[in-house]
C-alpha cells in the first residue's frame, strides 16, 4: 500500500497498522485475563497444574509486552495532525495533498494569528489611551491654571515618625494590649501585638497599610532562629487558625484609603474584642463550644461573638 497522507503530517499507512496493533494488544490483554479465570486446571498432579499455569501466564504477559512495544513503535510513524483552528468550512483546504502548490491554508492559519494578535494590542492601547486625558478643545485650552483641580496627595508613603506617633497613640488606647514595633527591613513596620493572656498577632504593615496578619496563641513562639518576628508559619491550634482567617476579612472590610490611621484604630478595635474569646458564649445559639471550638467570629459592627457557622 502506498504511502498516504490523512491530513498534513499523517502518515496514513502507519495509522492502518496502528489500528491492527490495538486489536492485537487488546486481544493480548483477554487472553492475560481468561489466563487468570482459568487458574490451575486439566492436570492430574499439583506441580503439573501450577507450571503450566506459570508457562501459559508468562506467555500471555510476554504476548501483551511485544504488542504494546509494536503499538508505541507506529505510534511514532503516524505523526501529529495539523492544527486545528475555528476556520469553519476552511479546515477542507488542509485535506488538499499538495501543499507546496497551493499553501492556502498555512497562509490562512497564519493571518488568523496575527488578525487575532493584532485585535489582542489594539483593546491594550484602548484601555491606555482611555486612561489618559488626551481630549482637547477650544474651551479646555482657554481654562486657567487655578481652575484646574488639584491632584490629591497619595498616602501610599507617610513619614516614619508619623506612622510611629499613630502606633503609640493607639497603644495607648487599650490598656490590656501591648504593641511592639519594628523595623527589620527598611521602613517596613511589623508589629507585635499581645492581647492580655489569650494571643498574640504579628502584623506586617507598608506605610500604615496592613498586608498580612498572622495570630498565634500567648504561649506560642513568635520568633525565628534568627531572632525576627516568624510572618509564615501558622499557628498549630485550629482556633487561632480561625482568628488568623477572621482576621484577613477583616482586613478587606476596614479599607478606606483616604484616612489609614482610622482603618488601623478600627481594625485594632476589632482585634481588642478577642480578649474575652473562651469567655463570651455565642450570641446565636448561646454556647461556648461548637465542634470543640469557642466562638471565633467577631461582627465587625457590634463585636458581638458567633461560632463560624452560626454567623451566617
Known sequence: MAEG???????????????GAIQALRSSVTRVFDCLKDGMRNKETLEGREKGFVAAFQESLHSVSRDLGELE????????????????????????????????????????????KLQYHAGLASGLLNQQS????????????KRRPKAQPTTLVLPPQYVDDVINRIDRMFPEMSIQLSRPNGTSAMLLVTLGKVL????????LFIDRTIVKGY??????????????????????????????????????????????RSFMTWLRSYIKLFQAP????????????????????????????CRQ
Open 200 to 207: 498574640k498577632v504579628i502584623v506586617v504593615m507598608r506605610s
Open 219 to 264: 504561649n506560642e513562639n513568635v520568633y525565628t532562629e534568627d531572632g525576627k518576628l516568624d510572618i509564615w508559619s501558622k499557628s498549630n491550634y485550629q482556633v487561632f487558625q480561625k482568628v488568623t482567617d477572621h482576621a484577613t476579612t477583616a482586613l478587606l472590610h476596614y479599607q478606606l484609603p483616604q484616612m489609614p490611621d482610622v482603618v488601623v
Open 5 to 19: 497522507v490523512l491530513s498534513p503530517g499523517v502518515n496514513l499507512e502507519a495509522f492502518s497498522q496502528a489500528i
Open 134 to 145: 488626551l481630549k482637547r478643545s477650544a474651551n479646555q485650552m482657554g481654562v486657567s491654571a
Open 73 to 116: 513503535r507506529l505510534s511514532n510513524l503516524v505523526g501529529k495532525p495539523s492544527e486545528n483552528h475555528p476556520l469553519h468550512n476552511s479546515g477542507l483546504l488542509s485535506l488538499d495533498p499538495v501543499q507546496d502548490k497551493t499553501p492556502l491554508y498555512s497562509q490562512l492559519l497564519q493571518a488568523y494569528k496575527w488578525s487575532n
Open 282 to 309: 455565642c450570641q446565636r445559639c448561646g454556647k461556648f463550644l461548637q465542634d470543640g471550638l469557642p466562638p471565633t467570629w467577631r461582627d465587625f459592627r457590634t463585636l458581638e461573638a458567633f461560632h463560624d457557622t
